[in-house]
């Protein structure tokens, strides 16, 4: 059976009153339901057998590290699903997790931000759509690639944006610029402009984290940097990136010349959105997920299990 928002739901009530305790008027409270509802979905976890299964289960470790994770860092949110077999099968766990999390949270969002990358993807991939709610308007956070579908904000939005029936805006340009005079003559264009001012009022931002890695990195792959540009971030600190802008593992934003010709929402415009979701895992990120928390460039983390224990260990 696929999962749906509402099974969350049941499964997160059921946990905080039979494992952290809560009362009902409490986590009505804490998830904004009315206590009547809180009692019809505790009786639902039970006739489902969802209590016995779920509390029973290893997976019941997720939701505790959900919550050291928001305690620790001071997230809104967080939501931890199963580390995979291997990197893809984590990414597509990760994507669920979000897709499911969006799902539920939907309805307070009519402008979205976006980036892209492999977990975005896999994001858009698994989102459903939601009883009641269309016409959401998706923006792209950063400008476009074209080197591998996963790469490119377009084939992104237009999931995004057909799973609501709803309309995307894209910065037509490249996210890096050949030098900062170019950015500005992109920038400068009618349409980009209006889409790029969209883009910095998005009431919920979703983006991956990426890794200052010569191996790994997608900016390299694309041809925006070379080897020798990685090695001067690493030997600067860097760690990580968002939205092609790198910082420390400390979350101080690295002052670079390639920033001055990224065509993308900045990282200080993004500490400023209300609700800034960060889909990231894998043990090779954990140094730019604590980057990006320590920055405060996220305030909802989805991400998997072995991640956020080493997240956590690392910060402790």
């Keep these: 059976m696929r999962p749906t928002p509402d099974n969350d739901l049941v499964i997160r009530v059921a946990w905080l009153h039979y494992i952290e305790g809560y009362n009902q008027s409490d986590i009505a409270d804490m998830l904004r339901l009315s206590r009547p509802k809180v009692t019809r979905l505790l009786d639902r976890a039970r006739k489902q057998g969802i209590v016995k299964f779920f509390i029973k289960a290893p997976e019941a470790n997720l939701f505790s590290l959900e919550k050291k994770l928001k305690?620790?860092?001071?997230?809104?949110?967080?939501?931890?699903?199963?580390?995979?077999?291997?990197?893809?099968?984590?990414?597509?766990?990760?994507?669920?997790?979000?897709?499911?999390?969006?799902a539920q949270n939907v309805k307070k969002w009519r402008l979205v931000g976006f980036s892209w990358g492999k977990t975005l993807r896999a994001f858009a991939?698994?989102?459903?759509?939601?009883?009641?709610?269309?016409?959401?308007?998706?923006?792209?956070?950063?400008?476009?690639?074209?080197?591998?579908?996963?790469?490119?904000?377009?084939?992104?939005?237009?999931?995004?944006?057909?799973t609501f029936n709803g309309q995307c805006y894209y910065i037509h340009a490249p996210e890096v610029a050949e030098n900062p005079e170019v950015r500005d003559l992109y920038l400068s264009e009618r349409v980009n402009r209006k889409t790029f001012e969209m883009a910095k009022q998005a009431e919920c931002s979703l983006l991956g984290i990426g890794v200052a890695d010569a191996e790994r990195s997608t900016y390299i792959q694309a041809g925006f940097i070379d080897?020798?540009?990685?090695?001067?971030?690493?030997?600067?600190?860097?760690?990580?990136?968002i939205l092609g802008q790198f910082f420390d593992?400390?979350?101080?934003?690295?002052?670079?010349?390639?920033?001055?010709?990224?065509?993308?929402?900045?990282?200080?415009e993004l500490r400023q959105m209300p609700s800034v979701i960060g889909l990231a895992g894998g043990r090779h990120k954990v140094e730019?997920?604590?980057g990006a928390l320590r920055g405060e460039f996220v305030k909802i983390l989805i991400t998997d299990e072995d991640t956020a224990q080493e997240v956590l260990r690392r910060k402790g």
């Design 71 to 102: 305690e620790t860092f001071g997230l809104q949110d967080a939501v931890v699903v199963p580390t995979g077999k291997n990197d893809e099968e984590t990414i597509r766990n990760i994507g669920v997790g979000g897709a499911m999390y969006f």
């Design 288 to 290: 730019a997920i604590l």
């Design 249 to 268: 593992v400390e979350g101080h934003i690295l002052d670079l010349e390639l920033h001055r010709r990224t065509i993308a929402v900045s990282l200080e």
């Design 125 to 162: 991939e698994n989102l459903f759509p939601v009883d009641g709610v269309k016409d959401i308007r998706f923006v792209s956070l950063a400008g476009g690639l074209t080197l591998g579908a996963f790469m490119n904000p377009f084939n992104i939005g237009e999931r995004l944006s057909l």
């Design 227 to 241: 080897r020798q540009d990685m090695e001067l971030i690493r030997r600067k600190g860097g760690v990580g990136d």
